[in-house]
């Protein structure tokens, strides 16, 4: 009976108060980039862009300087971006500590210090480990175990996300399926992409046609990196783009033959790229172990215009904007 009496007591205590979910700030570049904080070996923090479409965290040559790190293996890494296959040299750091999780282990590439680059890169190689929660609301990132998604997330409008590797890559990258104005297109889901991009397939399905702005030439030599440097590059406004159960209207992308639709696979079909540039203002939970991505709800209402225009890249930084000749 003694112990019935106990058990009652504690009945009546109060629950202890759930441990708080371990987070951090998060943060978006004017570019569109989310960045976050990281640690590496008890230094820093150092500032990593947040990227579901590099196949391997990265570090830039300043921080490997500052750290003091050896390459840790012969040969060099090769490493997909969406601005290019870069090799890497590899180095292995004792921990990485992000969001109140620490990552042991783990080989780093090292790219040369770049204009504006920063400390490092989080790719799928860490991010695929969890359930990745972006709050917009709040601008917290959450590293959550993978398998469960709890609630809020759940709730959410839930996308498929598709993975598929490349040749020779023991790495997996995600699509989704998207419907730009009253087409499909297939797209990578690339976190790290400041802008959205289609290619000229996926243009000339939209009744953008290439032979109107063959004038315009190649996109800036600066800019063949990332855009291409054979076909014309346009910004086209005006854009309604949708996943299953959710759309955003007044949208941009830049089109252009971009050697990252080439590097994904993606190169001989109508497709596109997209990341903060639609989703910025949307919370995410992206569910990598259930192949899924949950959207919250916008917190803010989209600003651009609604008449389909086309602008020829090189006048962007004018702020010149032209109905192009004919889109059809």
Known sequence: MRWIC???ALLGLPAAAAAPLPEQPYRMEPGGRMLTDVMIDGHGPFSFIIDTASSRSLIFEHVRR?????????GRLVVYGISDVAEAMPV???????????????TLGVLPDAPEAP???LGVDILSRYLVVLDRSAMRLRLLPPGTVPKPYAGWTKVELTPHGLKNLPIQFWYLKTRFNDRNLTALFDSGAGTTLINWDAAERLGVRQRHFTSYGPPPAVLQDELGAHAPAIRVDGLRVAVP??????QFAIIADAPAFHYFDLEERPAAIIGPSLLKDNSLAIDFAGHSLYVGPSLNASSSSDRVLCTPWRSISAGAACAGPSLN
């Open 66 to 74: 500052q750290l003091g790190l050896a390459r840790s293996q012969a």
């Open 245 to 250: 159960g959710k759309s955003w209207d007044r």
């Open 6 to 8: 106990a058990f009652g």
């Open 119 to 121: 400390d490092g890169i």
């Open 92 to 106: 292995k750091p004792g921990e990485l500590r992000v969001a109140g999780e620490t990552v042991r282990g783990l």
